[in-house]
T-cell receptor
Framework: GQQVMQIPQYQHVQEGEDFTTYCNSS?????IQWYKQRPGGHPVFLIQ?????EVKKQKRLTFQFGEAKKNSSLHITATQTTDVGTYFC?????????????FGAGTQVVVTP | NAGVTQTPKFQVLKTGQSMTLQCAQD?????MSWYRQDPGMGLRLIHY???????DQGEVPNGYNVSRSTTEDFPLRLLSAAPSQTSVYFC?????????????FGPGTRLTVT
């Protein structure tokens, strides 16, 4: 079964609100990557986190990698309609090469104006 | 650079037919992967390659074959199509660029098996 879990599966947000999506792995990951897929499109890389406890920001997006390297979160502030899409986390197991990723099922974000 | 290209964009097959989904990248990336995407399941790895001549199975390899004779190409073969293989298929490539293994995805192939 899926070893990388994401919650929530769906997120309805009013424009201007903040929200957080979470990613949890049953195994330790070497790194965590986040991707965004717009409706009808293909996944596009957002960021990679490598170090335990690492936090990175991209404008209104804040990404965090857990201390045990088994969980991660994506926090979006002041949501905009351009944030619509599905957000995936992915990572290689510690025993796998870094090019072999396990993806979560994604969080589908719908923004209400 | 074209990046990662996939053909065809759409395909309808009948049960039992075989076909090859094409994937090519022009970025000289070592790693290439095939994923299938089904509603609510995210992206599941089918097969994976770390370089020409080297392939490995992902989590859902049954019913699919791959080979990697060149760095650029990584075709996915469906041996005998089944309705359970109806899905969107994405090919991706990546490389170690300053420690980042960012995956570049192709536009996808939407496959329907009737």
């Amino acid at each position: 079964g899926q070893q990388v879990m994401q919650i929530p599966q769906y997120q309805h947000v009013q424009e201007g609100e903040d929200f957080t999506t979470y990613c949890n792995s049953s195994t330790t990951l070497s790194n965590i990557q986040w991707y965004k897929q717009r409706p009808g499109g293909h996944p596009v890389f957002l960021i990679q986190l490598v170090k335990s406890g690492e936090v990175k920001k991209q404008k209104r997006l804040t990404f965090q990698f857990g201390e045990a390297k088994k969980n991660s979160s994506l926090h979006i502030t002041a949501t905009q309609t351009t944030d619509v899409g599905t957000y995936f986390c992915a990572g290689p197991r510690r025993t796998d090469s870094w090019g072999k990723l396990q993806f979560g099922a994604g969080t589908q974000v719908v923004v209400t104006p | 650079n074209a990046g990662v290209t996939q053909t065809p964009k759409f395909q309808v097959l009948k049960t039992g037919q075989s076909m090859t989904l094409q994937c090519a990248q022009d970025m000289n990336h070592e790693y290439m992967s095939w994923y299938r995407q089904d509603p609510g399941m995210g992206l599941r790895l089918i097969h994976y390659s770390v370089g020409a001549g080297i392939t490995d199975q992902g989590e859902v390899p049954n019913g699919y074959n791959v080979s990697r004779s060149t760095t650029e190409d990584f075709p996915l073969r469906l041996l005998s199509a089944a309705p359970s293989q109806t899905s969107v298929y994405f090919c991706a490539s990546s490389n170690d660029a300053s420690g980042s293994y960012e995956q570049y995805f192709g536009p996808g192939t939407r496959l329907t098996v009737t």
